[in-house]
């Protein structure tokens, strides 16, 4: 059984930082892409940043700069540093892991508040 769990969320000052988490089990880490999406209250679920199996960074405009995705193969976990965070980074944050041969699989989230 496939499990994505993330952790590390809360709520947190403009300005400030935390550190996400998402452990994945049941899958050859290392063979997935992995990427942090956020969904925040009446928009569309979007893409903040992905690592392919070989490394490769993507992210999105809006947080270039601030946000650092990184992966731990040995561990199965895959991370992302958020930085300098504004009130408009406040969202569900999800885990997904991505391989070509199938549809890809999700983390249930995990919530940032940026609030002062």
């Known amino acids: 059984q496939v499990q994505l769990v993330e952790s590390g969320g809360g709520l947190v000052q403009p300005g400030g930082s935390l550190r996400l988490s998402c452990a994945a089990s049941?899958?050859?880490?290392?063979?997935?892409?992995m990427g942090w999406y956020r969904q925040a209250p009446g928009k569309q679920r979007e893409v903040v940043a992905t690592i392919t199996s070989g490394g490769s960074l993507n992210y999105a405009e809006s947080v270039k700069g601030r946000f650092t995705i990184s992966r731990d193969n040995a561990k199965n976990t895959v991370y992302l540093q958020m930085n300098s965070l504004k009130p408009e980074d406040t969202a569900v944050y999800y885990c997904n892991a991505d391989h070509w041969t199938r549809s890809p699989y999700w983390g249930q989230g995990t919530q940032v508040t940026v609030s002062s």
């Open positions: 049941g899958i050859i880490f290392s063979n997935y892409a």
